[in-house]
């Protein structure tokens, strides 16, 4: 039951991957390991709900924004959809002419964009917080993904990650993926399991718990050996490391299933950041949705999302203009976008 709620858990969590929009209550509750760092009040949703107060919540997986008013209209943006953030002007109902935070986001192939203003003048938090967090997110996915030939050895050890521990290092660890294997080491620490070649430490990898489907023992042409799946996210890899002895081997899977599950229930992102002045807790800022007297239909699908594309006001094409950089006539771009930052969109 433990290995499949951890196996389920490496597969659903969604939380930094997604945009979606009017999301339930349940789906607004903080995930384990998912901590609240900033409350931002009132903050307006300039793009989708132009003159409406609400709340920005910015935690370590993503930002949520809420009406203050109906928090059934809300949205949840997951940092790892970020494309750009910056700040440029933007036209608020509540505030004018006013600098505003502008985030790029790609999900799913579809693009969408977000601008949020703070109603309360010459307040720079909104851009510190938001910024800032994701900026943490951004350094620190080594926690949260599979990684292939990284710097992750130095002198023979390691390099921990911050709040990383060791729990096991075993040498004469085959790895095979080759028809021949690959002698190396392989670590075993409190969020993560790594192996790298001896001959060649840049042949390595490393798995997060956060990515790790199930972890067995099974037959292979090498003899028994530690089975390791990833997450679909990741790729659906399937991992195989030769330990000996064989009594080595069932300890080494057995303490990696136990530090798998006490990982998954409370798991280790990896973003670290502070505020100085500590927001409520989510359980205080949450407001009782209260039920409407109607019905609704079951099939009817939201449109809400479509604010947020990110040329979604367009009513017609722009005069066209001559690009240097292509050598030809192009749709004139709107403000603050460029080709090279359209081209790192659609790559």
């Given at each position: 039951?433990?290995?499949?709620?951890?196996?389920?858990?490496?597969?659903?969590?969604?939380?930094?991957?997604?945009?979606?929009?009017?999301?339930?209550?349940?789906?607004?509750?903080?995930?384990?390991g998912e901590v609240l760092i900033d409350c931002l009040?009132?903050?307006?949703?300039?793009?989708?709900?132009?003159?409406?107060?609400?709340?920005?919540?910015?935690?370590?997986?993503?930002?949520?924004?809420?009406?203050?008013?109906?928090?059934?209209?809300?949205?949840?943006?997951?940092?790892?959809?970020?494309?750009?953030?910056?700040?440029?002007?933007?036209?608020?109902?509540?505030?004018?002419?006013?600098?505003?935070?502008?985030?790029?986001?790609?999900?799913?192939?579809?693009?969408?964009?977000?601008?949020?203003?703070?109603?309360?003048?010459?307040?720079?938090?909104?851009?510190?917080?938001?910024?800032?967090?994701?900026?943490?997110?951004?350094?620190?996915?080594?926690?949260?993904?599979?990684?292939?030939?990284?710097?992750?050895?130095?002198?023979?050890?390691?390099?921990?990650?911050?709040?990383?521990?060791?729990?096991?290092?075993?040498?004469?660890?085959?790895?095979?993926?080759?028809?021949?294997?690959?002698?190396?080491?392989?670590?075993?620490?409190?969020?993560?399991?790594?192996?790298?070649?001896?001959?060649?430490?840049?042949?390595?990898?490393?798995?997060?718990?956060?990515?790790?489907?199930?972890?067995?023992?099974?037959?292979?042409?090498?003899?028994?050996?530690?089975?390791?799946?990833?997450?679909?996210?990741?790729?659906?890899?399937?991992?195989?490391?030769?330990?000996?002895?064989?009594?080595?081997?069932?300890?080494?899977a057995k303490e990696i299933n136990s530090l798998h599950?006490?990982?998954?229930?409370?798991?280790?992102?990896?973003?670290?950041?502070?505020?100085?002045?500590?927001?409520?807790?989510?359980?205080?800022?949450?407001?009782?949705?209260?039920?409407?007297?109607?019905?609704?239909?079951?099939?009817?699908?939201?449109?809400?999302?479509?604010?947020?594309?990110?040329?979604?006001?367009?009513?017609?094409?722009?005069?066209?203009?001559?690009?240097?950089?292509?050598?030809?006539?192009?749709?004139?771009?709107?403000?603050?976008?460029?080709?090279?930052?359209?081209?790192?969109?659609?790559?």
């Amino acid at each position: 039951m433990a290995a499949a709620a951890a196996a389920a858990a490496a597969d659903t969590l969604w939380e930094d991957r997604d945009v979606r929009f009017d999301i339930s209550p349940q789906q607004m509750k903080m995930r384990p390991g998912e901590v609240l760092i900033d409350c931002l009040d009132p903050i307006e949703d300039t793009k989708g709900n132009n003159g409406e107060k609400g709340r920005l919540l910015v935690t370590n997986l993503r930002i949520i924004w809420h009406s203050i008013v109906l928090p059934r209209v809300n949205l949840s943006v997951g940092y790892n959809c970020f494309v750009n953030t910056t700040t440029r002007t933007a036209n608020s109902k509540l505030r004018g002419q006013t600098e505003a935070l502008y985030i790029l986001t790609k999900c799913n192939n579809t693009r969408f964009e977000f601008i949020f203003t703070n109603v309360v003048p010459g307040s720079p938090r909104l851009f510190a917080s938001v910024i800032a967090v994701h900026r943490a997110y951004e350094t620190s996915k080594m926690y949260r993904e599979l990684k292939l030939r990284c710097a992750l050895i130095q002198n023979k050890q390691l390099r921990l990650l911050p709040k990383e521990q060791v729990y096991d290092k075993i040498n004469g660890v085959w790895n095979l993926s080759s028809d021949q294997g690959n002698l190396g080491t392989f670590f075993v620490t409190n969020v993560r399991v790594v192996w790298h070649a001896n001959m060649n430490d840049s042949f390595n990898v490393s798995i997060p718990y956060l990515q790790i489907r199930s972890v067995k023992i099974r037959d292979s042409k090498f003899g028994l050996a530690l089975v390791i799946e990833s997450s679909q996210a990741t790729g659906g890899y399937v991992l195989g490391f030769k330990i000996d002895p064989v009594e080595k081997l069932e300890q080494t899977a057995k303490e990696i299933n136990s530090l798998h599950k006490v990982f998954s229930v409370n798991p280790i992102f990896g973003v670290d950041y502070e505020m100085e002045e500590k927001p409520k807790q989510l359980e205080d800022l949450t407001v009782e949705q209260l039920q409407d007297d109607v019905e609704i239909e079951a099939d009817e699908q939201t449109d809400a999302f479509v604010a947020y594309f990110a040329d979604g006001n367009k009513q017609q094409d722009r005069e066209p203009v001559f690009s240097e950089e292509l050598g030809l006539a192009i749709e004139k771009l709107k403000d603050g976008f460029t080709l090279q930052g359209l081209w790192e969109v659609m790559s």
